[in-house]
């Protein structure tokens, strides 16, 4: 795998293998997934208007692919936000622990997977954004 600074939330490009008869894009931990995928999910049928609420977790670290439609992904650091546009099914973002997102403006019948590094665990969600910051503020 290339080496890469994986402490930041960053778009990954997927393999995307083409053929007449549809085209194949395969994830593979520890060639281009910097994490080994424990637990596997997908979001889906979100009601026009509504989103996935905001969160971050302690140890896991995701990828978060558009599998059909399309979809935002707010993360934010502690410091700064930025939004990710997901809308092609060979483009990935990686999420590293201890960043907050929140995924919203789902399109119509859009698919959202996501790639977990670890087995649901809900002592790791921080869901309170204030506790959040003042865990990125005291390191």
Request: proline share 4%; aromatic share 12%; charged share 20%.
């Amino acid at each position: 795998m290339e080496s890469k600074d994986f402490t930041i939330a960053q778009l990954i490009q997927l393999p995307k293998i083409k053929d007449p008869r549809g085209n194949l894009t395969v994830i593979e931990s520890g060639v281009n997934l910097p994490f080994e995928v424990k637990r596997n999910y997908w979001i889906y049928d979100v009601p026009s208007g509504m989103w996935r609420d905001g969160h971050a977790f302690l140890e896991q670290q995701e990828l978060i692919v558009a599998l059909s439609g399309s979809f935002d992904v707010v993360v934010n650091d502690g410091y700064e936000e930025k939004t990710y546009h997901l809308a092609r099914p060979q483009i990935g973002l990686y999420v590293p622990k201890m960043t907050w997102r929140h995924i919203n403006n789902f399109s119509t019948n859009s698919v959202a997977l996501v790639l977990s590094s670890t087995y649901y665990n809900q002592d790791d969600y921080i869901e309170d954004f204030e506790v959040y910051k003042a865990l990125i503020k005291n390191g």
